[in-house]
């Protein structure tokens, strides 16, 4: 970095105090004195994206808030409304952007890695990034109907067979009903969006053309209509294909004004440049030519890294195969079972080949989250897709052994590790010689990335300070980073038992070292205010970071159920880094983390407190959106995405993960069936879980009802090697156990009222 140079400061230092200026490099030197010195102070990746969000943030500035008379997205109609509970002050904000209803839903095919996304008004962004189409109702062309001024709208996501987004606005007696999905025609990838009024009998459905996303101002510099007057042509590049002509187009620029404003004056362009680009276009369509067929509007897309290039799909696939392939859940929940196979369709969707934990703003990769994101496919059955994406993750590799998603993080390379060795469990198969030489050269990494252990400082021995997940804090000695280490160093040995023995007993001696580094740098002091509970770092107080530190029970198992140290974390963060129920983050999110709250819930479980993980279960059930998603944080009083994707893929995989840890969780000496099936999944009927990948081979759950106050729970195993131990844990019933003898095991339980 420029900052790193002593003459390059001086110069900078001396050019600020000769104009006035506040000395940029004290003020940075500052800023990162409130962290751990480290390798990356930022990550580069970071700092990119975030140059690029606040860069809309500014334009955002100047265009949105003196047009405040144009039709705006929904996120900006509430949080520009002062008589709104998003409303936010813009007084000196630096630039103006999204942080009260980042909702957005993605729609798809399997395996096609495009994803149009819906607002939750029913606006429509084609193409990554890109501008959007709106639809209004006009009963008049002084009226216009807008669904983003709605105070109530109706939003539901299906895959019956495709999956799509169906909307319905509705003004008293009059509504429009939109479906969104992505069709293919000739084998292109199109979005489809299929408009139907409903109650008007004269005035006309409006398709408009807007120089805006979820995220603020994506330019438009120029609009024409196609030469068949059947559509537009946008940016010169990017058709909009309507089923039949419009009666009138009006197009218009920013010096115009909004083309809403412009609807009953002649307007005779049929192409408009807009220097600003903020052009925008309005297709009028009779509600009389609408009453038997609805109007289909169509965006074919582009490849955003190939900008020129319209992706063909040579090999479709269906959703209901896509979808067979996924462990079957049935339960009288009508709720929780419609987020689940709402998550499993998610899942299938962003993971094409790449895996990625959003449609927008994550669209691309990192090792942490395809690690959670991939064991959640690999446990409900989808061993191919786990498999092609695994198969690219040796080449991401450094040379020196480091799995690189952005500088500064390291606990990827425990992650990718970790879910090598998971794929090899839950399958049985044994890896391909790439994969374990990547293996072992990422076991080495850890093992040199540890600090000195004889500096006498808290984190010897430890890794370096780093960036690790952003949600914890300032760069630090992570915990979690440590925590994925050891997982890393003794799934690698697991891996090269018998390839490498003396490696592996290497390994083994590097994760018991670095599992008792750890242990002993916990802070003792008998003045600390909450003993006995893991602090994100030995460096830090408790505060909400230290939800990293968890992962040594959930997912890892690195402690024993119910240690007491993981026990007292969650009560700190249950008693000082929730609201209303679920897991607030302080730290950046600044909100309610659905998948940071079901990690918790995996600790709650595992330690046999059913209630307390159910509670966290349904709270997170109570924030899914109307289309079954989760924003990445959650803003404590709208309801809406405060941070990050609008729909977070690894929010998704939790869910999914949660649920089957309800029928079945693995441990070292077996499997613990059913702990978190409650009576309400099973009184009526019986709630099974069907298919899922388990170490000792495939696993189905049935817990059925039997006599008044009876239950008979099935275990269906496809075992390989020795049956393994079982542990039926009930919630009311008292536990059993034995081995299981064969492919079919049952248990019949008296259940407490």
Known sequence: MLLNSWPIRVLISRAARAYGFLDPVKLVAKIRSFAQPSEFSEPIELLRAGMLFHARGLVNTKAIQNNLDWIWPYWVERQFNPA?????????SFSHINLTHRNWTAVGLPDVPFYPIVDPRGLVTPLFDGWSLDFWLL??????????????????????????????????????????????HNLEPHCTVSLSPVGLREGFVAVSLRPYNPEGISFVEKVAVSADGGGWIVNGRHPVLFDRRPEQIILSTYTHGDASHRLTEPVPETTVSCSVGMATAV?????????????????????????????????????????????????????????????????????????????????????????????????????????????????????????????????????????????????????????????????????????????????????????????????????????WGVAGLRCAADLLRDRAPDTAIEFTRAAANFMATIERSFPQSPHRRF??????SPRRRMDSGAIGSIVADYPLQLFTPRDPRILKTADYLRDHSSFEGGFFQNMIHSGINAYLTLHLAQVRLRAGEVEAAHQLINRVADLASPTGQWPEAIHPRTGGGCMGDGEHIWAAAEWALMLRACFVREEDDGLVVAPGVPPAWWRDEPATFSRTLTRYGEVSVEVAPAAAGR???????????????????????????????????????????
């Open 84 to 92: 709104d509970e998003s409303f936010i002050p813009r007084a000196f």
């Open 139 to 184: 009963p008049t062309r002084q009226q216009i109907l807008a669904p983003a001024r709605l105070p109530e709208f109706s939003q539901q996501l299906a895959c019956d067979p495709n999956l799509h987004v169906r909307s319905t606005a509705r003004w008293g007696d009059i509504s429009l009903e939109m479906d969104v999905a992505l069709a293919l």
């Open 283 to 483: 297709a009028l369509f009779r509600i009389d030519g609408l009453r038997e067929h609805p109007l289909e509007v169509r965006t074919p897309i582009y490849n955003e890294l190939e900008p020129n290039k319209r992706p063909v799909v040579t090999r479709p696939v269906s959703w209901a195969d896509a979808r067979s392939r996924f462990s079957a859940l049935r339960i009288s929940d009508p709720r929780l079972q419609r987020l689940y196979d709402l998550a499993v369709a998610n899942l299938v969707l962003h993971a094409p080949r790449e895996v990625y934990p959003g449609p927008y703003t994550y669209k691309r990769f990192w090792f942490r989250d395809a690690a959670f994101i991939l064991h959640a496919i690999l446990a409900l059955g989808d061993i191919e897709r786990t498999r092609r994406t695994l198969a690219l993750f040796a080449p991401r590799q450094r040379h020196d052994g480091y799995f690189l998603s952005q500088e500064g993080e390291w606990d990827s390379n425990g992650e990718a590790i970790w879910i090598y060795h998971r794929f090899a469990q839950l399958t049985g198969e044994p890896l391909p010689e790439p994969w374990l030489n990547a293996i072992e050269k990422g076991a080495r990494w850890i093992i040199r990335k540890r600090l000195p252990a004889d500096s006498g400082l808290p984190e010897a021995g430890l890794l370096p300070a780093g960036f690790s997940a952003e949600h914890l804090g300032p760069n630090d000695f992570y915990y979690w980073d440590d925590f």
């Open 531 to 536: 003993p006995g509970a893991i602090p994100a």
């Open 711 to 753: 239950a008979v729970v099935t275990v269906k195993g496809n075992w390989r090697g020795a049956p393994p131990h079982l542990v039926i844990a009930l919630p009311g019933a008292r536990p059993q156990a034995r081995r299981a003898a064969g492919p079919r095991e049952e248990f019949h339980l008296e259940v407490a009222p």
